[in-house]
């Protein structure tokens, strides 16, 4: 029996291990174009729909559930991107934030099932996701390189309005400068077979399908790039940079906002300026004194004059309250970076490992997901942290 392969990880030692850069005070960034937040209209509808998805997820990739479950897929404030990102030039290429980090995933809610169209028969993303592997130990079916550079998988997962459910998965090559390849993989291609033996009234041979293994890109993705009129190549490279610029502009923002509810995780990022607007009706907090907690907000530096006649600076800080409930949802607020590690330049390569291969210092994709998360609540570890 061909022993089952699984998507594991080295302990995270090396990459804990690492000098990590000294932690400065973030800088506000000035406040992006008010439509790009027009989500919030819609947020609740996205968390819940994405919750359904991530549910529906355990039965078609249950180690992927695992990890996103705790981590938690991104709800993009600029889903049009997905859309419509590759009309535009400066989209097109990685940007250069992703050039010097190479993030080892991330998945993202893509909101599809909103905008379908009610009588379309094609299937849309729910969520796409994309993952790093060493490129000694990626699966098997993947075609090997030569040189540097990263393998990544992308995946996504379909679900059609009749709610069939299925993942589609191709890799990728990641040259150091940048360059991208699609990489062949090994798949089965159902081929149709006719009996040479006659039926016992001299008809012909019965037809039945077998599979035929071979190396290229699924003709699956084919078909959806005939169905979109663009190249093969050119469309599953253009989604895996759109995904990853996706991933540094969730970066860009200072914030991170973190959604709990019945043990599943979503995240999202939005200006520390928009949070007041963003959250005011979330339940009510008390100061010891009555008053209502503020919501988390930045304070920029500021001279203070001092009753005695001085005077003094204020650095820039943060101060309000970061965990409450919103809508049925816990929310927790950091600025990665200050309150915990900031996870966005986690840097460790996944390994595909047989079952019945030794898996001494591995974690799989469950425990790195605890582990995550883990970090993630280690509050007030950094220098500077506030626990408001």
């Known amino acids: 029996m061909v022993a089952q392969i699984k998507r594991f990880y080295l302990l995270l030692l090396l990459w804990i291990g690492k000098e990590q850069p000294s932690e400065a005070l973030p800088v506000s960034k000035p406040e992006r174009e008010p439509d790009l937040y027009s989500f919030k209209a819609n947020i609740l509808d996205y968390l819940d729909d994405q919750f359904r998805v991530l549910k529906r997820m355990k039965k078609h990739d249950r180690e992927a559930y695992d990890l996103y479950k705790k981590v938690g897929a991104f709800v993009m404030a600029d889903m049009w991107e997905f859309d419509n990102a590759w009309d535009f030039e400066e989209y097109r290429h990685m940007r250069g934030w992703w050039k010097t980090h190479r993030p080892s995933f991330a998945a993202f809610y ?124 050119a469309l599953l490279i253009g989604n895996f940079i759109m995904a990853v610029n996706a ?54 530096a500021h001279k203070r004059d001092l009753q005695t006649g001085g005077e003094t600076y204020v650095r820039t800080h943060f101060r309000g309250h970061r965990k409450f409930v919103w809508n049925g949802y816990s929310i927790n607020i950091t600025v990665p970076g200050w309150h915990h590690q900031d996870l966005s330049t986690l840097d460790v390569k996944s390994h595909s490992v047989a079952d019945d291969e030794d898996h001494t210092g591995y974690i799989d994709m469950k425990e790195i997901g605890d582990w995550y998360t883990g970090i993630e609540k280690e509050e007030g570890r950094r220098v500077g942290a506030t626990n408001a």
């Open 247 to 300: 991933f540094s502009r969730q970066h860009e923002e200072m914030t991170k906002i973190r959604v709990t509810k019945d043990g599943l995780v979503a995240v999202f990022s939005i200006s520390i300026l928009r949070t007041p607007y963003f959250f005011k009706d979330r339940e009510v907090y008390k100061t010891p004194s009555g008053q209502r907690k503020p919501i988390f907000h930045i304070v920029r």
């Open 110 to 233: 893509t909101g599809y099932r909103y905008r379908a169209n009610e009588d379309d028969d094609k299937i849309f993303p729910s969520l796409i996701y994309f993952q790093k592997y060493d490129k000694k130990r990626a699966p098997q079916e993947i075609q090997r390189v030569q040189g540097s550079g990263d393998i990544y998988t992308m995946a996504f997962f379909w679900e059609d309005k009749n709610k069939t459910a299925m993942v589609g998965e191709y890799a990728l090559h990641v040259s150091e400068d940048g360059d991208i390849k699609c990489l062949k993989t090994l798949t089965n291609v159902p081929v149709s077979v006719r009996s040479k033996r006659r039926s016992s009234w001299g008809s012909k041979g019965r037809t039945f399908r077998v599979p035929n293994r071979k190396w290229g890109i699924h003709p699956f993705f084919k078909d959806w790039a005939k169905d979109v009129g663009r190249e093969v190549e």
